[in-house]
Nanobody, 117 residues
Framework: QVQLVESGGGLVQPGGSLRLSCAAS?????????MGWYRQVPGKERELVAS???????NYVDSVKGRFTISRDNTKNTVSLQMNSLKPEDTAVYYC??????????WGQGTQVIVSS
C-alpha cells in the first residue's frame, strides 16, 4: 500500500518562500511514475498546480508559473515543491499524488500553507 506524507507547510508572509516535501513509501519503481502537487481550499475542488514526469519534464498551472518549482529525488522517493513569491491566494492545503486523478494513490494528510501578513 502506497503511503504519501507531505510536510513543510506553515505560516509565511506575502512574498516569502516555503519548500514542501512529499515522501512516498510502499511503492517500488517510484521513478517510473509521474507525480504532482495539488492544493485545495475549503469549498473548492482540488487543483493540480505542478507536475513532473518520470523523465523530469515539468508543467505548471498559470497562476504559479515562475514562482513554484517542482522537483523529484528518485533515490529517496520524494517530490518537492519550492514556492517563492507567495501570495495570499496560495493559501491552501497542499497534497502530492499522481497527476491524473483516476490513477491517484491513497491521499496523504496534506500540509497547510497560510500566506498572511
Amino acid at each position: 500500500q502506497v503511503q504519501l506524507v507531505e510536510s513543510g507547510g506553515g505560516l509565511v508572509q506575502p512574498g516569502g518562500s516555503l519548500r514542501l516535501s512529499c515522501a512516498a513509501s510502499g511503492k517500488s519503481l517510484f521513478s517510473f511514475y509521474d507525480m504532482g502537487w495539488y492544493r485545495q481550499v475549503p469549498g473548492k475542488e482540488r487543483e493540480l498546480v505542478a507536475s513532473i514526469t518520470s523523465r523530469f519534464s515539468t508543467n505548471y498551472v498559470d497562476s504559479v508559473k515562475g514562482r513554484f518549482t517542482i522537483s523529484r529525488d528518485n533515490t529517496k522517493n520524494t517530490v518537492s515543491l519550492q514556492m517563492n513569491s507567495l501570495k495570499p491566494e496560495d493559501t491552501a492545503v497542499y497534497y502530492c499524488n499522481r497527476p491524473i486523478l483516476a490513477q491517484a494513490w491513497p491521499w496523504g494528510q496534506g500540509t497547510q500553507v497560510i500566506v498572511s501578513s
